[in-house]
């Protein structure tokens, strides 16, 4: 380091230290006139309550004087308050008398009484007065009317000037001319310093002082810019001249330490230089007053001249070339040139290693400055090359070129000043975005977007700003609006870039996922960060999807869902154990049954090769998701891993049928196929993955084998037993509790009910009755216990009967009379409960009421096939002979049930022998019927009374 710069640092740090120490003598000053006021009003109003006020020491040094910006902007006391000063002035005496009588018990001393010692004090500032009425009138008049004033009359000068020289002064030398304009700026601005010494007229003086230094400046620009007025022929020698004018704006506002005489001389400089056509002397007049400007923002609260210097240097610009002002929109190339420079100058206070000599501005205001700057720039340099080009054609270089600018200026600076580089970064981005929207069509600008948002997600997780983040979350939706607008079915678009896209934009979401927990100490930001990693993995999973369902051949579509399932299980159970992108889960099950339509493309014909891929993928992911644990969140669906069990075995049963619906199969080899299938599917989920749910869904195969089983004909012949082969065998290699093996039986039943159907349809009920006790038999001699089954064989079998006894055929004589089928089916009525219903009470009591049941069965239809033969006559001696046979068998195997029914029997038909056979039948068959019922009747009572003793130690071991 040099001795210069040393020095040069020691001065500063001096003046640092002397403004800390003015502002810290400045705020104790005021705090004690503060409580002394406030302590000769309490004084005043309960003089004996009021405790005496201390006064501090004052140190021998007077205070220095307040700066006069302070002063200018206090207002004077008006009457009311200048009222009050004898009492103030009277409180003060007295507390200043007391001072050495203050209590021993007052309390410790405050912060302000602290530091009252050091600091001197100052003569008090006059408080405030209350707003009244009439004070924005005042303002307006005293501030505002003062300033549109000499903005007219310096417009009104340049005029005169120009009307001037056309009809009074024409014949005068330029030199002369030009020495009236400056003597006039001359007196302006000495008119202004002689005003401004009166305190009453600080504010009016520095506004006309104002005034006349933009007049000046504007003197300087037109002895070489103007014609009529020049007597400079150097263009250097008139900049020179220029950058002297802004240093004497520049060195009075200074000088003055008037913020209102620099905001106003360069507003009104750079509005003269406007009242003259663009050149290149009036761009380089108005980059000078953008020096100037941005000169003022190095002074700490100087930060309204530098906004007022960048405010009047745009609006000069557009209204020379946008607006059209002062003879039109030129072509000069200046108007090309002109706005970098400017844009330069104001950018200097964003600049890293620059910033920090920028006091005039905070970090907020400074990024406000370098945004209003940048959007000003951008949008005038943008208008400029549309007047000067007239096509969009090359014009993605300026949002190309300026946005690479920003972007290395907002990452270069961002680790010094966040706010200001974030700035930079976010405006950055948003330029090299829109030149990527003009330069790229077509699958490039998805694919753009896609690598931006990619790009944008890696800064996120390196810097963790804002903007990247914002601009990944726009890249990525642009990259899914642009890709289906792209989905027509006339896309020429190549396949492998709608893969590319959809993987960049899923990749995406990894990082943004990582940069949420590297930057977790930041909850809005993270919380933000994780809404939009979704976002952005959903797009991502859409175009997926998009590109599996529609972009893909028909064959392809399936295999390919059912391969980015897989993986997305993969990835979720075996690389994110802690479920970081819960949304992987939620994918591997869209995915998952998005395969299952894509096996049924409509009209198209899959070839073989499809159904085999998806279901091998299921049984992959059927693996995958066994024996694994709930997850603990809430949102996460791999909490529930039978939901990815029950979709895998699905999908693999699904795929299992479709592979045989497209083989060239006849019926009956899709019947072998899909029965072979189902066993080897049961024994794979027993012996190799050992799943339940993938023996089940195996047994789903069952069903489309009895479908196709309901198409054949009995010609089939022992091919329509094979689905009961393979229920049965599907039986022992499930286990015995399992949901499968119910599944099965149920299938083995059905399948043989269907199969007899076909073979036998007129007697197929009477096979299943058979069916049915001989399956009890079997059943109770293995283990006691009858199969479900054989109830269901039998009460389908009954059902079957009673629908011919009932609606198939009539109650009358039949000629020739059908074959009576059915003697089985009543048969195995009785045999069925007689087997299968001993033991307890309650069972008995089942037995005894399906007993009732079948003997009402047998008299319903052995009373129909003597109808058919001989009509209702002979019902009677039916009925009787029953009745007494059912008694008999009731007393000799102790069935009450069976007794019971009997006589019901012989009293219906005793009722019906005396309501209507005695007067309809004939002599012999009256005779026939009387005797029957007769001889039955004696010979019951008479084993009544025989055996009476007997029969009633049976009845009460009944009742019992």
């Given amino acids: 380091m040099t001795d210069k710069e040393t020095e040069s640092y020691r001065r500063e740090l001096q003046r640092l230290n002397e403004r800390v120490d003015a502002l810290a003598r400045g705020r104790a000053a005021e705090m004690i006139e503060i409580r002394r006021s406030i302590h000769a009003l309490e004084q005043r109003l309960t003089p004996q309550a009021a405790p005496a006020f201390v006064q501090p020491e004052a140190p021998e040094e007077a205070p220095p004087m307040l700066p006069p910006t302070v002063a200018e902007e206090v207002p004077e006391p008006p009457a009311k308050w200048e009222s009050i000063a004898p009492a ?131 003197c300087t620009f037109a002895a070489h810019h103007v014609p009529r007025l020049q007597v400079i022929e150097s263009p250097v020698t008139a900049g020179v001249l220029l950058l002297g004018a802004a240093g004497a704006i520049v060195g009075v506002s200074l000088r003055r330490d008037s913020r209102v005489t620099a905001t106003m001389g360069l507003l009104l400089a750079s509005y003269s230089t406007i009242l003259q056509p663009l050149g290149w002397l009036s761009a380089t007049s108005n980059v000078v007053l953008a020096v100037a400007g941005t000169s003022f923002l190095l002074r700490p609260g100087w930060a309204l001249p530098g906004m007022a210097s960048m405010a009047g240097t745009y609006i000069a610009f557009f209204w020379w070339q946008i607006a059209g002002g002062s003879g039109g929109r030129p072509d000069d190339p200046s108007a090309l040139w002109f706005l970098p420079p400017v844009w330069a100058v104001f950018a200097l206070p964003s600049v890293i290693g ?179 990693t979704s976002i952005v993995f959903i797009a991502g999973g859409l175009l997926t999807m998009l590109f599996c369902m529609h972009h893909l051949a028909a064959p392809w579509r399936a295999p390919a869902c059912g391969v980015v399932a897989l993986g997305w299980s993969a990835f979720t159970l075996l690389r994110d154990p802690q479920r970081r992108l819960l949304e992987a889960g939620w994918a591997a099950l869209v995915f998952g049954i ?229 003697a089985i089916t009543v048969a195995s009525c009785f045999a069925l409960p007689l087997l299968a219903l001993a033991g307890d009470a309650f069972h008995r009591s089942i037995r005894h009421g399906l007993l009732l049941a079948a003997s009402a069965l047998l008299a319903l239809w052995s009373s129909q096939a003597v109808i058919w033969h001989f009509d209702w006559k002979p019902v009677a001696i039916l009925w009787t002979v029953l009745g007494f046979g059912l008694v008999s068998v009731g007393l000799w195997q102790k069935l009450s049930a069976l007794r019971h029914a009997g006589f019901a029997l012989l009293a219906v038909a005793l009722v019906k022998l005396f309501a209507v056979d005695v007067w309809d039948f004939g002599t012999f068959i009256r005779i026939a019927a009387f005797l029957a019922l007769g001889v039955a009747l004696v010979v019951l009572g008479f084993f009544y009374n025989r055996f009476a003793d007997a029969l009633k130690k049976l009845f009460e071991a009944d009742e019992a």
């Avoid at 009138?137 to 300033?147: A, H, N, Y």
């Avoid at 007229?201 to 504007?218: I, K, N, P, S």
């Fill in 594 to 822: 998005a395969s299952l339509p894509m096996l049924y493309p409509g009209d198209i014909d899959l070839p073989w090769w499809p159904p085999v891929m998806v279901a091998l993928l299921g049984l992959a992911g059927h693996r995958l998701w066994l024996d694994r644990d709930r997850a603990p969140l809430q949102a996460d669906i791999a909490k529930v891993p039978e939901v990815f069990l029950w979709l895998t075995a699905l999908t693999v049963t699904v795929a299992i049928s479709k592979e045989v619906k497209t083989l060239p199969f006849t019926e009956t080899y899709e019947l072998v196929a899909l029965a072979s299938a189902a066993v080897g599917m049961v024994a794979v989920g027993r012996f190799l993955i050992i799943s339940p749910v993938l023996q089940i869904a195996a047994v789903l195969l069952l069903p489309l084998a009895l479908q196709i089983q309901t198409r054949l004909t009995g010609d089939s012949g022992v091919l329509l037993f094979i689905p009961v082969i393979a229920a049965l065998g599907v039986i022992p290699l499930a286990r015995p509790t399992a949901v499968a093996v119910i599944l099965a039986r149920f299938a083995a039943g059905f399948s043989w009910l269907i199969a007899w159907n076909k073979l036998a349809p007129d007697a197929w009920g009477e096979v299943m009755a058979a069916s049915a006790v001989a399956l009890a038999i079997v059943s109770m001699r293995r283990g006691k216990i009858t199969l479900p089954e054989s109830w269901a064989f039998l009460a389908t079998a009954t059902a079957e009967l009673l629908a011919h006894t009932c609606v198939l055929y009539r109650w009358v004589p039949m000629n020739p009379a059908p074959f009576p089928y059915g």
């Fill in 354 to 532: 620059v910033s920090r000599h920028f006091g005039g501005l905070s970090e907020r205001a400074r990024s406000i400055f370098a945004s209003v700057n940048n959007i000003a720039f951008f949008l005038l340099f943008s208008a400029l090359w549309m007047e000067q080009h007239r096509t969009w054609e090359g014009y993605w270089v300026v949002p190309g070129v300026f946005g690479a600018v920003l972007l290395a200026m907002g990452v270069a600076g961002r680790s010094r000043d966040d706010v200001a580089g974030g700035v930079h970064v976010a405006q950055g981005l948003a330029a090299l975005t829109l030149a990527m929207a003009i330069k790229l069509d077509g699958f490039q600008l998805a694919l753009g977007f896609a690598m931006q948002t990619l790009a944008l997600s890696f800064a996120f997780r390196r810097f963790a700003g804002k903007s990247e983040l914002a601009f990944a979350l726009v890249a990525g939706l642009s990259t899914l609006f642009v890709s289906l607008g792209q989905a027509g079915p006339s896309s020429d678009i190549p396949l492998w870039s709608h893969a590319l896209v959809a993987a960049l934009l899923v990749a995406a979401a990894f990082p943004l996922r990582d940069g949420c927990d590297r930057w977790v100490a930041k909850r809005d930001l993270a919380q933000a960060a994780r809404a939009i």
């Fill in 88 to 218: 103030l002035a009277a409180a003060k005496a007295a507390a200043a008398a007391v001072t050495a009588k203050a209590p021993a018990s007052s309390p410790p001393p405050r912060e302000w009484e602290s530091i009252a010692p050091q600091a001197p004090l100052p003569s008090p500032l006059p408080l405030p007065p209350p707003a009244e009425k009439g004070s924005f009138e005042l303002r307006f008049g005293r501030i505002w009317l003062v300033r549109l004033g000499i903005a007219l009359l310096v417009t009104g000068l340049v005029l005169l000037g120009n009307f001037a020289y056309k009809n009074w002064i024409r014949d005068l030398p330029a030199g002369v001319r030009l020495a009236a304009l400056y003597l006039g700026s001359f007196l302006i601005s000495g008119s202004g310093v002689y005003l401004g010494a009166k305190e009453t007229m600080r504010r009016f003086g520095d506004v006309l002082l104002a005034g006349g230094l933009a007049f000046f400046y504007w």
